[in-house]
Nanobody, 120 residues
């Protein structure tokens, strides 16, 4: 019923910036971003409600990451600045019927991940 597709990942140098996109289909819903590396649990990154009026970014990332959405384009963005090697991960976007949430269990539809690699 709901489909999401993450894109925009790639190789970037430390200190660089990258914008990820999550293209969505279906009705209005909140979207979250998560990331995961092979030896760690999936980590919450950011979330935004259906209207875009409510936003949240994980505390360790608040100074470098931002989330926004353009409902006319059915797209949610993750803006990543001052990237570090430890930001290297597979980034996922997902939708939730909740207003917004940092808990992955609240998300019922997940897109394919897009790989971000931060390296010199």
């Amino acid at each position: 019923q709901v489909q999401l597709q993450a894109s925009g990942g790639g190789l970037v140098q430390p200190g660089g910036s990258l914008r990820l996109s999550c293209t969505t289909s279906g009705g209005t819903y909140a979207v979250g971003w998560f990331r995961q590396v092979a030896d760690k649990e999936r980590e919450y990154v950011a979330t935004i409600n259906a209207s875009g009026g409510l936003k949240a970014v994980a505390l360790p990332l608040k100074d470098r990451f931002a989330i926004s959405r353009d409902d006319a384009a059915n797209t949610v963005y993750l803006h990543m600045n001052s990237l570090k090697p430890e930001d290297t991960a597979l980034y996922y976007c997902a939708s939730t019927p909740a207003v917004m949430s940092s808990r992955q269990s609240d998300y019922n539809y997940w897109g394919q991940g897009t790989q971000v690699t931060v390296s010199s």
